[in-house]
């Protein structure tokens, strides 16, 4: 096969107008919200925030309006692609952007008077917010999610629908962006338990993701059969070897974005332990030598 014939999978692109604006929408009010927050806390929404949450919508645009969305019915392996940006790369980004308070300032202020505020005042969203983001809540809407959507029957079901598609892509982007904030900490969240935690936390989630990957490269025969009733083959793919690489692509980029995040925190716990040891042990024979 020339190579060329696969250039489609880098040039097909079909923007969607109201997702788009939606996008930019979102985008401007965090800018504006940044650019005033910037003035009282410099160095809590330093340039990186504004950059990465601008990257994470960038993400999503590029997940609804590239050829990753183009061939998501075709081909199993860009859909998983696809999902991935959803699940791994546009939450943890926007999370990184600590977006809360800059969206809050920047939203117009009648909005916030006339609709937000009275939810305010009741503790309302701050109740939703907090149990959504305890550890155990958002682990298991990310993982329901991610397994639930993945069954053949609701698979299929996404597929033969774009309302249900996009209510699949709209659960795997929220369940991961609570999956990815007590890992993250968006300011002002604090997380309530011990970063511990997070250590399970992300290799369960590994866990999770490591059976359903090897089910769609060992299964030997095709999952889902929109993708096997396919014909002709886009690139000349078949329908098997499309999930096989489905599921190598899930497994490897899956395993790699737990693992590392969960060595990033044993270590980070580690160190910590070991200079309050020294700290601890320095103030004890500080103690000694003046007494």
Same mark, same amino acid.
């Given at each position: 096969?020339?190579?060329?014939?696969?250039?489609?999978?880098?040039?097909?692109?079909?923007?969607?107008? *109201?997702?788009?604006?939606?996008?930019?929408?979102?985008?401007?009010?965090?800018? /504006?919200?940044?650019?005033?927050?910037? /003035?009282?806390?410099?160095?809590?929404?330093?340039?990186?925030?504004?950059?990465?949450? +601008?990257?994470?919508?960038?993400?999503?645009?590029?997940?609804? $309006?590239?050829? #990753?969305?183009?061939?998501?019915?075709?081909?199993?392996?860009?859909?998983?692609?696809?999902?991935?940006?959803?699940? =791994?790369?546009?939450?943890? #980004?926007?999370?990184?952007? *600590?977006? &809360? &308070?800059?969206?809050?300032?920047?939203?117009?202020?009648?909005?916030?008077?006339?609709?937000?505020?009275?939810?305010? /005042?009741?503790?309302?969203?701050?109740?939703?917010?907090?149990?959504?983001?305890?550890?155990?809540?958002?682990?298991?809407?990310?993982?329901?999610?991610?397994i639930g959507w993945h069954i053949p029957a609701a698979y299929e079901l996404a597929? =033969?629908?774009?309302?249900?598609?996009?209510?699949?892509?709209?659960?795997?982007?929220?369940?991961?962006? +609570?999956?990815?904030?007590?890992?993250?900490?968006p300011w002002p969240f604090r997380l309530r338990v011990s970063r511990w935690v +997070? &250590?399970?936390?992300?290799?369960? *989630?590994?866990?999770?993701?490591?059976?359903?990957s090897a089910f769609l490269c060992f299964a030997g025969s095709v999952v889902y059969?929109?993708?096997?009733?396919?014909?002709?083959?886009?690139?000349?793919?078949?329908? #098997?070897?499309?999930?096989?690489? *489905?599921?190598?692509?899930?497994?490897?980029?899956?395993?790699?974005?737990?693992?590392?995040?969960?060595?990033?925190?044993?270590?980070?716990?580690?160190?910590?332990?070991?200079?309050?040891?020294?700290?601890?042990?320095?103030? /004890?024979?500080? $103690?000694?030598?003046? =007494?």
């Open positions: 096969m020339q190579a060329d014939t696969f250039t489609p999978l880098f040039t097909e692109w079909d923007i969607p107008p *109201a997702v788009t604006a939606t996008l930019v929408v979102v985008a401007a009010v965090y800018l /504006r919200g940044w650019l005033q927050i910037r /003035r009282t806390r410099p160095d809590q929404f330093p340039a990186w925030r504004l950059y990465s949450f +601008l990257g994470g919508i960038l993400s999503l645009f590029v997940a609804v $309006a590239s050829p #990753l969305d183009t061939f998501s019915e075709s081909l199993l392996f860009m859909h998983m692609a696809q999902h991935y940006v959803f699940m =791994s790369l546009a939450p943890p #980004l926007i999370a990184f952007g *600590a977006p &809360v &308070v800059p969206i809050l300032r920047g939203l117009p202020r009648w909005l916030i008077r006339r609709v937000l505020q009275p939810l305010f /005042r009741g503790h309302v969203l701050l109740r939703i917010g907090q149990f959504l983001t305890r550890p155990r809540v958002a682990w298991l809407a990310f993982n329901l999610m991610y597929l =033969s629908s774009e309302n249900w598609h996009n209510f699949e892509h709209g659960c795997f982007f929220f369940s991961s962006l +609570l999956f990815w904030w007590p890992i993250l900490e +997070l &250590v399970p936390y992300l290799v369960l *989630a590994d866990f999770v993701n490591t059976g359903l059969p929109s993708y096997g009733a396919i014909s002709p083959r886009p690139f000349g793919i078949s329908a #098997l070897d499309d999930q096989v690489a *489905a599921g190598a692509e899930m497994w490897v980029l899956g395993s790699i974005v737990f693992l590392i995040p969960a060595m990033a925190i044993i270590l980070s716990l580690l160190t910590s332990d070991k200079r309050r040891r020294r700290r601890s042990t320095h103030s /004890r024979l500080s $103690a000694q030598a003046r =007494s």
